[in-house]
């Protein structure tokens, strides 16, 4: 329970990977949920909100971020993890390398309990205990998606198409699901500009902009 309820302990003493302040912060908002169930008051999502969406430059450790939400919400519960990004290759390239980095760094027990493979990542030998890379050329990619534990991570979520998120909303069904943007608002139109920008959109995600004088936090 220590871990559901302390990512930043989970992220030092698990994946052997200190958060940085803007990190632990971010994952608390998650967590808090997780606290709410346990009859403990949240620390800084006190709306309880189930969406989440975090806007930084580049080299300011969005994607690697991503990955340690990814662990540790695999971690404290069983569920899927539905991952996409514009691009294919961003997953390939980017997410995927970080979500292994991070299980190499982290402590031999993970390890053995943790595999990274070319479209997905299991846990415990578990095919529906994964994250699990989702194109983004077709929004039927991410439909059908409906487990009592279920987190989306949209990657560079300013370039991905607007038809996925009618689809992702539709599998917000519970309140155990959970969906995560991370971006640079390069375009100045789209649910992850509105998550940050329009107050109607804004009100619905609990938000974080990681500000250019953020150290980065791209390390293992």
């Known amino acids: 329970q220590r871990a559901t309820l302390d990512p930043a ?34 620390r800084v999502n006190s709306k ?8 930084a430059g580049h080299g300011k450790g ?6 340690k939400l990814a662990h540790w919400f695999a971690f404290t519960r069983k569920g ?5 990004a514009p691009k294919q290759a961003q997953l390939k390239t980017r997410l995927w390398p970080e979500l292994r980095k991070l299980r190499h760094s982290a ?4 390890q053995a309990l943790c595999e990274v493979r070319m479209q997905d990542v299991i846990w415990g030998k578990d095919p529906d205990h994964c994250a699990i890379a989702e194109t983004a050329n077709d929004p039927e990619n991410l439909a059908g998606y409906h487990d009592d534990w279920l987190m989306f991570l949209v990657d560079e979520a300013s370039g ?3 038809r996925f998120i009618p689809t992702i909303e539709g599998a917000l069904t519970l309140p155990t699901n ?5 971006g640079n608002t390069t375009r100045i ?3 992850f500009y509105d998550s940050h920008m329009r107050p109607r959109t804004s009100a619905l995600y609990w938000g974080m902009h990681i500000r250019a004088d953020d150290p980065p936090t791209n390390m293992a």
């Open 48 to 55: 309880l909100l189930h969406r989440f969406t975090f806007r």
């Open 107 to 110: 402590i031999p027990e993970y």
């Open 80 to 84: 899927r993890i539905p991952c996409t």
């Open 189 to 191: 139109e789209g649910e």
């Open 160 to 162: 991905v198409n607007e």
């Open 62 to 67: 969005k994607t690697h971020f991503l990955a």
């Open 178 to 182: 959970i969906l995560v943007l991370s």
């Open 9 to 42: 302990w989970f992220c030092e003493h698990v994946l052997r990977s200190p958060n940085h302040p803007w990190q632990s912060e971010a994952m608390d908002a998650v967590a808090d949920l997780d606290r709410a169930r346990a009859g403990l008051t949240p």
